[in-house]
């Protein structure tokens, strides 16, 4: 009888140890599991707003290479339209400097030229060594400009010149430089067809005042254009011969 007791107490004893044993391996893991738990959801909260900021940096690039390439693209079509309209007024300068008549003078080029009367003429001055016009250049070349669309069968002869500084044949060059000035603005913003205009006389050969002074050398850095008009009684416009036969540039401009 007492062998059996103590029999039955060593099974109680060890099974109470083992409920001890698992009890206490429980309440660890549910710890564990507690205080881990948290950590793993912060840690997936970060990756899924580290995916969401990926994204959103793509997203931003992606847009930023679109706008890129369409400026890009919007500056190389600008490109192309500048480049086309100087190409284009390139051309347009070339055809009026090759269409406008040069000759020594208007003597065996203009037939009937007794009918013709000046009624009108404006003159500029340049810069030394400069074929720019000037705000105030244009402002007198308005004025006269006015009377063109009224005026009836006329033709404009230009005249240019230079001081005596430098050569004779850079002097050309630069009076006829001076002279297609005038009339490019003329042509441009007055519709003057590039036949009407006759240049004469051009380089530092004509003087209009002494180039010993700064003032007369001044005076002679200019362009003069005068407005002749057909004053025949039939008024239609007169037969034109050629200002330059044989095509090159004349002698003595």
């Not at 793509?58 to 890129?68: C, E, L, M």
């Not at 009624?119 to 308005?142: E, H, M, P, Y």
């Not at 060059?173 to 297609?180: H, P, T, V, Y």
């Not at 050629?242 to 002698?251: E, I, K, L, Q």
Request: charged fraction near 20%; charge should be neutral.
């Amino acid at each position: 009888m007492t062998h059996i007791s103590r029999t039955g107490f060593a099974a109680a004893s060890a099974v109470a140890a083992l409920s001890l044993v698992f009890t206490t391996g429980c309440s660890t893991k549910n710890y564990v599991r507690s205080q881990t738990e948290p950590v793993i959801q912060k840690t997936n909260e970060l990756d899924d707003a580290t995916a969401t900021n990926n994204r959103a940096i793509h997203d931003v690039d992606t847009r930023s290479q679109a706008g890129i390439q369409q400026a890009q693209n919007s500056a190389n079509t600008a490109q192309q339209n500048a480049q086309s309209a100087t190409q284009a007024a390139n051309t347009a300068q070339s055809s009026a400097q090759d269409a406008v008549n040069r000759a020594d003078s208007l003597s065996g080029v203009i037939a009937n030229l007794d009918n013709y009367k000046q009624v009108g003429d404006v003159s500029v001055t340049f810069a030394f060594n400069k074929s720019i016009l000037t705000k105030a250049d244009k402002d007198q070349l308005d004025q006269f400009g006015t009377q063109l669309s009224a005026t009836k069968s006329y033709i404009l002869e230009v005249t240019g010149g230079t001081d005596s500084v430098g050569s004779r044949e850079y002097n050309y060059d630069l009076s006829d430089r001076r002279a297609m000035a005038v009339v490019q603005y003329l042509a441009s913003k007055y519709n003057v067809p590039a036949h009407k205009f006759y240049l004469v006389g051009l380089g530092k050969d004509v003087e209009v005042d002494t180039n010993k002074t700064a003032e007369g050398r001044k005076k002679n850095r200019h362009v003069e254009v005068q407005l002749l008009s057909n004053t025949g009684d039939n008024g239609a416009p007169p037969a034109q011969g050629s200002a330059n036969p044989g095509g090159g540039s004349p002698s003595g401009r």
